[in-house]
């Protein structure tokens, strides 16, 4: 089964263009015209093996907002196409991810009932030129349109940046093993409801 798809999103605010290769090697190209999204995008892709081309055009000069948003809704979107049935699927997973002074942990569930607790506290209120508090809206619409329940904990940590980071590098490395399949229930739908 090839787990791949294309989406195009386009609202008067954004236009934006995904293709997903959930079974890919973590290739990407990411253009938001923002350059730490840029790199967290690039980030999610590496760690989650997940191939990611994106192609965001928005209204930027208004703020980042909408892009943000409209660019987690877009790849949430285009990782749920391309999982078509969710046959086989691990489902579950998590991370505990560390990045230098960093601790973060990361925990999901691809039930196709989203949901996000976001318990991250960031000390400055710009990352390059992203406000803060856009993070957790990009985590808000990514689980929504993805149908995961996400759940994101910074344990302790001092410099936003790798704050920031582990919490996209956490994602990306439950996404790979929660989406890979697994061969004792290839066929099978991990529910005892029998879908998800």
């Not at 090839?2 to 890919?24: F, M």
């Not at 192609?55 to 790849?75: M, N, Q, R, S, W």
């Not at 996400?150 to 439950?174: M, T």
Request: one cysteine or more; a positive charge.
């Amino acid at each position: 089964m090839v787990r791949k798809a294309k989406i195009n999103r386009k609202t008067k605010e954004t236009s934006i263009a995904v293709e997903a290769n959930i079974d890919g090697q973590g290739s990407n190209k990411i253009d938001t015209k923002i350059g730490f999204l840029n790199h967290m995008l690039e980030t999610l892709s590496k760690h989650s093996l997940i191939d990611l081309k994106l192609l965001a055009k928005g209204d930027t000069h208004i703020d980042l907002h909408h892009t943000t948003e409209d660019t987690g809704i877009a790849v949430g979107e285009c990782i749920k196409k391309a999982l078509k049935s969710s046959k086989g699927i691990r489902r579950f997973a998590h991370a505990l991810i560390p990045m230098d002074e960093t601790l973060t942990r990361v925990s999901i569930d691809i039930s196709n009932r989203p949901y996000l607790i976001w318990k991250v506290n960031l000390k400055v209120e710009k990352l390059g030129e992203m406000d803060t508090e856009l993070f957790k809206e990009w985590f808000q619409a990514f689980s929504q349109a993805a149908g995961i329940t996400l759940h994101i904990e910074n344990i302790y940590g001092d410099n936003s940046h790798h704050i920031i980071e582990s919490c996209f590098k956490g994602l990306a490395r439950a996404l790979r093993e929660a989406l890979e399949i697994d061969k004792r229930i290839k066929n099978k739908i991990p529910s005892t409801k029998g879908t998800l």
